[in-house]
């Protein structure tokens, strides 16, 4: 069959490998928020790459992510849809095989901002927060990283001092998801007084707080992330969070995340493998379609092996998560692994699609650009690998 020289390139389709079952153990409610998530991503497909170019944040698609119950990330929120750890894992995956910037969106609202409020927040701060939150109505930001803190938050430097029944924060956040969109931002502040970090609920609006959007991004384009300057910023003590005291804290709410960005990694990776195989069955050159191909075969075949292995340390930390027993260096190794091995892939579908692999209407260059950038955050993957040094020698590389 001769295909339409003119016709556009049908790659978006679902293709749902998963060579070694290793999602065979997902139950029917399990699948069912699965396909729910790819409903959202199939609305957002055809609208998502003018976002992206335009470097617009389109916060009507992200409060359709609240509508469709997506944003609770395996946490018992009152009124909404509970996912076990595969679950989570795959609502994560699927939204990154649907765009990055709405992915990373939901990381920041559910990952970090929901999971905050829930695991620190006082019972009133719960009671205010956590519905319109979990729901969208409320959009959250979580400033941790600082301009000369990212891999080394612990060192961050924004100040929170205690006056009388309120908290003066000063400090300079930024990449920020959410910090200026209007709603809330979880600030973290290290107290002047027992130099412990300490966190802070902080409407948009306060007198003191100033935020913009990061101009010049080549990824993650359809999100805005935002520089956040805190003057004197007045907050009464009812707004800091009660449950988190230091920054061993904070990094209860980290380890989370960072297994939501070994399923990202997976979705971007899942869409580019399947988006390159559909592209080689419809691609000719040389008087035969590119899958017929040796060398094209090798390549995905490769592409494969990796998508596999991504796949299995996928299901096998979600199992462990069910059981209760996660360690920090196990999220750490599947952040370490996947992003990797999705850069990887990445590089080898743009290069199969050739110069189709540069066209956003084909969809990969803007999952190339994305997977940079959770390459780096939660984390670089030279951070991860020092933790992973220290489990394995008892040295610490850090200091």
């Known amino acids: 069959m001769n295909r339409d020289p003119w016709a556009p390139y049908e790659l978006a389709t679902a293709v749902d490998v998963d060579y070694l079952s290793a999602f065979a153990t997902a139950t029917d409610e399990d699948r069912r928020h699965w396909a729910r998530t790819r409903q959202y991503g199939e609305e957002i497909l055809p609208v998502i790459n003018e976002h992206w170019e335009n470097g617009h944040y389109p916060l009507d698609l992200v409060r359709r992510m609240g509508e469709l119950d997506l944003f609770t990330d395996g946490l018992r929120i009152p009124g909404h849809a509970h996912f076990s750890p595969l679950a989570a894992g795959l609502v994560a995956m699927e939204l990154s095989r649907a765009d990055g910037s709405m992915a990373a969106a939901a990381a920041v609202q559910g990952g970090l901002v929901l999971r905050s409020l829930k695991l620190f927040g006082s019972p009133e701060q719960q009671e205010q927060y956590l519905e319109p939150v979990a729901s969208g109505k409320l959009l959250g930001g979580f400033a941790l990283t600082e301009p000369h803190h990212g891999s080394d938050a612990v060192g961050l430097e924004s100040s929170a001092r205690r006056d009388g029944k309120h908290w003066i924060i000063n400090g300079h956040k930024k990449w920020i998801g959410n910090g200026a969109a209007g709603g809330i931002t979880i600030v973290w502040a290290r107290d002047v007084a027992d130099s412990q970090v300490k966190g802070f609920i902080i409407d948009q609006g306060t007198p003191g707080y100033e935020a913009a959007p990061v101009r010049g991004k080549g990824v993650l384009r359809a999100i805005e992330q935002a520089e956040i300057r805190l003057t004197d910023v007045r907050v009464p003590e009812s707004a800091r969070l009660t449950g988190a005291e230091s920054f061993k804290d904070v990094s209860r709410a980290l380890v989370d995340t960072r297994v939501n960005v070994g399923w990202s990694a997976l979705g971007h990776a899942q869409f580019l493998f399947e988006a390159a195989l559909q592209y080689a069955k419809q691609r000719t050159q040389f008087g035969k379609p590119l899958a017929a191909h040796q060398m094209i075969q090798e390549r995905l075949a490769q592409m ?96």
């Open 304 to 399: 494969l092996a990796e998508i596999t292995n991504m796949q299995l340390q996928c299901a096998a930390v979600a199992g462990i998560q069910a059981a209760g027993q996660l360690k920090d260096t196990q999220a750490s190794l599947l952040k370490f692994h996947n992003t990797r091995a999705a850069r990887r892939i990445a590089s080898t579908a743009r290069d199969l699609l050739g110069g189709n692999g540069i066209l956003l209407e084909n969809h990969v260059i803007r999952h190339v650009g994305d997977i940079e950038a959770l390459h780096t955050y939660e984390g670089t993957e030279s951070v991860q690998a020092l933790i992973l040094g220290r489990d394995l020698t008892g040295f610490s590389a850090f200091s």
